[in-house]
């Protein structure tokens, strides 16, 4: 089946500081990738419509200078949370759709930033 | 917009038996996806079942099931034979067909399943 690789799927970073993290799709190609955000025992939302080749699609509220997106490739997408601060900490997932697979999700990262 | 509500926080199920959960949905549209997630301590997203709102007939999966009321908008779960491993939390979610593929999913908040050994 189709799968998703997210790393890292932990990170701690300062307060002020970027990071990155990578969304490989290892089996097929995905033109579409999705971004959420998840709080504790909270429901995930989605941040924004990642598509390959074009600017990233953002939800209402999420703001695009503070999470860039890029999705260079057909197999991998990256958000950036720039300039992090604590209430930036969060699980993030993303997720690929396919035609024969639905939705596929990667493992999450947790950034805590301190 | 969508939304997708979940008024279960949390149910209790002892092993074997059944339980269901319960999902309503708004939306203005007439053509779109229900799914229903499930995920575990791990926190990865897994599939447990699919259903087109074009199609009346009631998705399956082994021991999964929905009872699908379109005129109601109810997308309730049903889990026969409980087992331990069933244990996580439970997301209701909904995709505009209109889209073509491009939308993201619509989430409720969630139901935390125990399961009583």
């Known amino acids: 089946g189709a799968v998703v690789s997210q790393h890292p799927s932990r990170v701690i970073c300062k307060s002020g500081t970027s990071v990155k993290i990578e969304c490989r799709s290892l089996?097929?190609?995905?033109?579409?990738m999705f971004w959420y955000r998840q709080f504790p025992k909270k429901s995930l939302m989605l941040m924004a419509t990642?598509?390959?080749?074009?600017?990233?699609?953002?939800e209402q509220g999420v703001e695009k200078d503070k999470f860039l997106i890029n999705h260079a490739s057909l197999t991998l997408s990256t958000l950036t949370v720039t300039s992090a601060h604590p209430e930036d900490s969060s699980f993030y997932i993303c997720?690929?759709?396919?035609?024969?697979?639905?939705?596929?999700f990667g493992s999450g990262t947790r950034l805590t930033v301190v | 917009a969508q939304t997708v509500t979940q008024s279960q926080p949390e149910m209790s199920v002892q092993e074997a038996e059944t339980v269901t959960l319960s999902c309503t949905y708004d939306?203005?549209?007439?053509?779109?996806?229900l799914f229903w997630y499930k995920q575990p301590p791990s926190r990865q997203m897994i599939l447990v079942i699919r259903?087109?709102?074009?199609?009346?007939q009631n998705a399956t999966e082994n021991r999964f099931s929905v009872n699908f009321q379109k005129a109601a908008k109810s997308f309730s779960l049903k889990i026969s034979d409980s087992q331990l491993g069933d244990a996580a939390m439970y997301f209701c979610?909904?995709?505009?067909?209109?889209?073509?593929?491009?939308?993201?999913?619509?989430f409720g908040k969630g139901t935390h399943l125990i399961i009583q050994p």
């Open positions: 997720s690929a759709r396919t035609e024969a697979y639905g939705y596929t």
């Open positions: 089996d097929f190609q995905a033109t579409t």
């Open positions: 990642s598509n390959e080749g074009s600017k990233a699609t953002y």
């Open positions: 939306t203005s549209e007439s053509d779109y996806y």
């Open positions: 259903q087109e709102a074009y199609k009346q």
């Open positions: 979610a909904y995709r505009s067909r209109a889209g073509g593929g491009a939308d993201g999913l619509t």
